[in-house]
């Protein structure tokens, strides 16, 4: 069971936009920053979404980050088969010293 | 080019031990911290812990603690993860991965090594 909650999938169509939550605690989502990551399947995890809503050099932006208290979001817009992933967030848990994900989030592109 | 570069696979026995490795290019090892990652097959990712090369710094997830060791070697820029003695429940793909700022361990893993598959089973 994993620290932060994200939605096991979600699906849009083309061109749509989606949103992926992720909920967590005041030890972690509340108190620290929350980063994103694109899975592609076979391949090692992309940081998509830094420092809560900053886009690294390369990530296209359609994509996009927002938190509210303990909760994040990560929002897809003008969807492209090629964003069918997994998507994981993550952020430091002071309690627990250490870094904490979300169980993923397969997002299919219908 | 900035660039972490994972040991091969690797298929082992329960009881033997292993030790899988990830060679830092393109920057100064010490100057990051170095973190292990691990997805079990068709699971999420888990924090395992981390280490600083420049002082040798390390700390382990409570889950992996005592389970696993993190070592490096800066000599060669190499980071290690080794078991002792391996169960089943250790398959998986191993992730090192380098956060984006140096001397900070809470920051975003912007470089990740391709993953190192390790496999455990009689």
């Known amino acids: 069971q994993s620290v932060l909650t994200q939605p096991p999938s979600v699906s849009g169509a083309p061109r749509q936009r989606v949103t992926i939550s992720c909920s967590g605690s005041?030890?972690?989502?509340?108190?620290?920053?929350v980063n994103w990551y694109q899975q592609l399947p076979g391949k090692a995890p992309k940081l998509v979404v830094y420092?809560?809503?900053l886009l690294p050099s390369g990530v296209s932006d359609r994509f996009s980050g927002s938190k509210s208290g303990t909760s994040a979001s990560l929002a897809i817009s003008g969807l492209q088969s090629e964003d069918e992933a997994d998507y994981y967030c993550a952020a430091w848990d002071d309690g627990l010293n250490g870094m904490v994900f979300g169980g993923g989030t397969k997002l299919t592109v219908l | 080019e900035v660039q972490l570069v994972q040991s091969g696979a690797e298929v082992k026995k329960p009881g033997e031990s292993l030790k899988i490795s990830c060679q830092a290019s393109?920057?100064?090892?010490?100057?990051?911290?170095i973190d292990w990652v691990r997805q079990v097959p068709g699971k999420g990712l888990e924090w395992m812990g981390m280490i600083y090369p420049g002082d040798s710094d390390t700390r382990y997830s409570p889950s992996f603690q005592g389970q696993v060791t993190i070592s490096a070697d800066n000599s060669i820029s190499t980071v290690y993860l080794q078991w002792s003695r391996l169960k089943a429940s250790d398959t998986g793909i191993y992730f090192c991965?380098?956060?984006?700022?140096?001397?900070?361990?809470?920051?975003?893993?912007?470089?990740w090594g391709q993953g190192t598959s390790v496999t455990v089973s009689s």
């Open positions: 991965a380098r956060p984006r700022r140096m001397h900070h361990y809470y920051d975003a893993f912007n470089i």
């Open positions: 005041g030890s972690n989502v509340g108190s620290n920053t």
């Open positions: 393109g920057y100064t090892l010490t100057d990051y911290w």
């Open positions: 420092y809560d809503d």
